[in-house]
């Protein structure tokens, strides 16, 4: 007990203000998960190149198995007292080793879903300013500026942050909520049909693929426990927030993939995605609405990647904190901002890092959407599917160890989450080369992830040898 007493003093001591509730903390992962981007950009992807109109079952799966998860990864909330998140809990199961290896991925993971996001901003907002003011901007000054407003909030306290996200998300939510509304209020092109939610027409796309795109769409739910030095109460906080986080996205994304079937007509919806994916949600707006409808639809697309970036921005930022609060990076990265009470230090780095690896996909001419966004997106997919099944499996062996938790919530919950990860994980390595677009491509991004894993147990390795003082520390 009196350890477990010294542990809640250090992390109540941390320095960072706990301003964060329940309410807020969804708002920044649903606002990271981006569901007007996903409504927009990867559900009509799903129904052309995916599953088709198994679609709504996909989302439905995947969010059973993040429930699942969300068991002992809840369950494990109050004996991890720092905001490492993937890296806290994989190294309280697998040591110090394994759980830098996780950090360096983490970080790794997250940057390429920044600057995938990132790029992916910079087109909606060209896109945006051409149809509105007829002026062509180059994409990657608006996602410069974008990073650069992103870096701002980022600097300050996270409750600016999660204000501004908030506001954001009810919009974005808001218009994707109206266009099904309308759709089902309308009867769909032929009626309302229930054929996307049964089985036949789960097995009747490339289910495989389609899962994978699934995930994709989650990205961010996991964020929660990195707010846990400025959440009220983590321990109850935390699990709350994650729980509510993953339902309502998979609530969202099952309930708008069946609208938008049925919208589109479930016999022409796969035909009509793969002919127009980027004009299909948008076409809706302007069937089942009006154009005004249409073009709030693409203003609030740009503030979705913007929401999206911010939430990844600050998860970075704590993990480089976490990290030079604990003496593994530069402790200059650990300190608090005296006014704004923020990881100021880290925000910083993280912008710069970023900025500089935007500032090289643009010298070297990639193209924003097609190239940036695919491939780095598909190998943050990737690398987050990785920490999702090691921390299942850090879970089960801690629980084991530990003896602290119930059978369910300790073992056999994580250890079905770790058996479907683990499939997902399979079924995602061999459709690597479709998710990132080219054979090239996909073996240079598989290497990466492997690096990025590789280089934080070498880094751990060296700790060990050189800093022996800090490696015992972390343990």
């Known amino acids: 007990m009196s350890q477990q007493r010294k542990e809640r003093k250090q992390e109540v001591t941390a320095g ?16 990271m998960a981006a569901p007007l981007t996903v409504f927009a950009g990867l559900i009509p992807l799903m129904l052309g190149s995916g599953n088709g109109i198994g679609t709504p079952i996909d989302f439905v799966i995947v969010g059973v198995v993040l429930v699942l998860f969300t068991v002992g990864y809840s369950a494990m909330t109050p004996e991890v007292r720092n905001a490492g998140a993937f890296y806290s809990y994989i190294q309280r199961g697998f040591g110090t080793g394994i759980g830098l290896g996780a950090a360096t991925l983490a970080l790794v993971t997250y940057s390429l879903l920044i600057v995938s996001v990132s790029a992916y901003l910079g087109a909606a907002a060209r896109n945006v300013i051409e149809t509105f003011f007829g002026v062509s901007v180059p994409w990657w000054c608006l996602a410069a500026a974008g990073l650069g407003a992103i870096g701002y909030l980022g600097y300050r306290n996270v409750e600016v942050s999660a204000r501004v996200l908030g506001a954001l998300l009810v919009a974005e939510v808001g218009i994707v909520a109206v266009v099904d509304l309308a759709i089902v209020l309308r009867g769909g092109d032929h009626g309302l049909s229930a054929h996307p939610l049964t089985w036949d027409a789960f097995t009747s796309g490339a289910t495989g693929t389609g899962i994978m ?35 309502l996205i998979a609530v969202i994304y099952a309930f708008s993939s069946w609208a938008m079937i049925n919208g589109l007509g479930v016999a022409r919806a796969v035909e009509a995605a793969a002919h127009d994916p980027e004009g299909l949600a948008p076409g809706l707006a302007t069937r089942y609405l009006s154009r005004a409808a249409h073009d709030v639809m693409q203003v609030l697309l740009v503030t979705s990647f913007f929401a999206c970036v911010l939430t990844a921005h600050n998860v970075v930022a704590r993990y480089l904190f976490t990290l030079g609060r604990q003496g593994a990076l530069p402790v200059s990265l650990g300190v608090v901002h005296p006014a704004h009470r923020s990881p100021h230090v880290a925000s910083l780095l993280t912008s710069g890092v970023i900025g500089a690896l935007l500032a090289a996909t643009a010298i070297a001419g990639l193209e924003p959407v097609v190239e940036i966004y695919a491939w780095f997106g598909g190998a943050g997919t990737l690398g987050l599917i990785v920490l999702l099944a090691l921390t299942s499996a850090a879970v ?20 079905l989450a770790l058996g479907a990860l683990g499939t997902i994980l399979v079924l995602v390595i061999g459709n690597f080369e479709l998710l990132i677009g080219s054979r090239t491509g996909a073996n240079v991004f598989l290497a990466v992830v492997a690096a990025a894993f590789a280089g934080g147990l070498g880094w751990a390795a060296l ?13």
């Open 463 to 475: 700790l060990s040898r050189r800093r022996p003082d800090i490696y015992a520390a972390l343990e």
């Open 213 to 247: 795109f699934a995930v994709f769409g989650f990205v961010g739910f996991e964020a929660t426990a990195v707010f846990r030095s400025e959440a009220k109460d983590p321990d109850r906080t935390i699990p709350k927030a994650t729980y509510i986080a993953v339902v």
């Open 16 to 31: 960072l203000d706990r301003t964060l509730g329940v309410p807020q903390i969804v708002f920044m992962v649903v606002a």
């Open 396 to 415: 089960v062996v801690h629980f084991r160890r530990a003896g602290t938790a119930t059978v369910w919530t300790g073992t056999v919950a994580p250890a």
